[in-house]
């Protein structure tokens, strides 16, 4: 998969504090944006799609932005102890630190929405609206809502008889060839060429076990309303996945597992 290359014009400053964000212009296919620092001083090149601006990278924080620090799991047992009493985590695809420069890092759907944040001020976790108005604004069309069937996660199959509801979006190859020339006729390198640099860096189940790196990518999308719904016991989930594969040809929004361990992207509020 090839990479836009950014040309930067300025030195970036770096700040300590997520309240500050350092900014400088980017050129990114055309359009303007700006270099934003985390609390831990990671840096994110950011793209302006349609009327968003959005990273361009997928996020690496390992601190709330009030500073508090977000358990970093190594093992198995652990990430699915944190995922069982719904303790916010992080975990590197394999345990392997220079998956991160490359893929982010992967969290837990209880890190997305712990009220201490992921983001930096002025910023949030894409949420079901970003996630719609991103896949219009690259030439996407709104599929019908379905049902699928549900394989691996026991529970969701359980509580919805092996079905949930899916959205999703498909697109026109020749309309992007035209708006994007992109090459290919995948969905990656179709997103790629948009600016917003997606990665395939595969996701974690609530067992710990990792799965898809290199074949698939699945964002948090954080806070759901379309695909809300509540468990048997009476407790609920706001947590939706989106997944980006280069087959079938569409995006697809569905349930997230809370438990699980999914990429994370920003957009500016």
């Known amino acids: 998969m090839k990479f ?3 040309s930067m014009i300025a030195t970036v400053a770096l700040f300590s504090s997520c309240s500050e964000l350092s900014k400088d212009e980017v050129i990114s296919a055309g359009t303007k944006s700006e270099l934003i620092s985390d609390i831990d001083g990671n840096t994110y090149k950011t793209v302006i799609i349609g009327e968003q601006t959005w990273f361009a990278e997928n996020l690496r924080v390992t601190h ?3 500073g508090d620090p977000i358990l970093h799991i190594t093992g198995n047992y652990e990430w699915f102890e944190a995922g069982r009493d719904g303790i916010p985590a992080w975990r590197y695809y394999n345990d392997d ?3 991160a420069e490359k893929y982010g890092k992967l969290y837990n759907g209880f890190a997305v929405s712990d009220p201490r944040g992921l983001a930096p001020e002025g910023w949030r976790v894409a949420g079901d609206d970003d996630w719609e108005k991103f896949f219009i604004a690259i030439g996407g069309k709104m599929l019908e809502p379905s049902p699928v069937q549900v394989n691996g996660d ?3 199959a359980r509580n919805f008889n092996n079905l949930i509801i899916r ?6 190859w020749k309309d992007f060839n035209v708006k994007f020339n992109s090459e290919n006729d995948d969905i990656l390198s179709v997103i790629e060429a948009s600016g917003f640099n997606p990665v395939a860096a595969g996701q974690i189940d609530k067992y710990g076990n990792f799965y898809d790196l290199g074949r698939l990518t699945k964002y948090w999308s954080y806070p759901t309303e379309k695909l809300s719904f509540s468990f048997p016991d009476g407790s609920g989930s706001e ?3 989106i997944t980006m594969r280069s ?4 995006a697809s929004h569905t349930i997230g597992s809370a438990p699980s361990g999914k990429s994370v992207r920003l957009v500016k509020e």
């Open 4 to 6: 836009l290359a950014y």
């Open 64 to 66: 709330f932005r009030n």
């Open 97 to 99: 630190p220079s998956t």
């Open 154 to 156: 026991g529970e969701f």
């Open 167 to 172: 959205y999703g979006w498909t697109f026109d």
């Open 239 to 241: 947590h939706a996945s």
């Open 247 to 250: 087959n079938p040809r569409t």
